[in-house]
């Protein structure tokens, strides 16, 4: 039977930045850990989220899905040494994936991807 990750994940405040996602349980490289859903938007509507401070959305090719709906994926947060990967789903949604062992207690992070955060990062790579 393939394990339930996602009922495992937590919200709890982060050392990295206001609340993050965790988990409960250890979960090995490779693993489909949950479904990112939410609406699906235009890239000009994604511009204008943005500026209007909505920092929940995901690039998914052609569109962006605003996850500022959902109970645990909006508040994945940004390492560079990141434990998690996105990867393509559908045109709906998105697969976070674990990039590599994660252990029980351990925040979630995904790599964001853009100039910008790495300015504004204070991780070790990056200090
Ligand atoms: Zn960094």
């Known amino acids: ?3 339930n990750y996602e009922m495992h994940i937590e919200v709890r405040p982060s050392s990295i930045h206001g609340n993050g996602i965790f988990t409960n ?17 235009d890239e000009q509507e ?6 209007n401070n909505n920092v929940y959305i995901f690039w998914n090719g052609n569109t ?15 390492k560079c040494d990141f434990n998690c990967e996105v990867i ?9 994936v674990s990039y590599r ?5 351990e925040e ?7 100039e910008e955060i790495y300015e ?5 790579l990056c200090a």
Not at 46 to 51: G, I, P
Not at 88 to 96: F, I, P, Q, T, V
């Open 46 to 51: 994604c511009v204008r989220r943005e500026d």
């Open 25 to 41: 349980i250890f979960i090995p490289e490779g693993k489909e850990i949950m479904i990112i859903n939410g609406e699906v938007i």
């Open 108 to 114: 979630l992070t995904i790599d964001y991807g853009y």
């Open 64 to 78: 962006y899905i605003d996850s500022s709906k959902t109970e645990k994926i909006k508040y994945i947060n940004h």
């Open 88 to 96: 393509d789903r559908d045109e709906y949604s998105l697969m976070l």
């Open 120 to 124: 504004a990062c204070c991780c070790s």
């Open 101 to 105: 062992d994660i252990n029980a207690g």
């Open 1 to 3: 039977m393939k394990e």
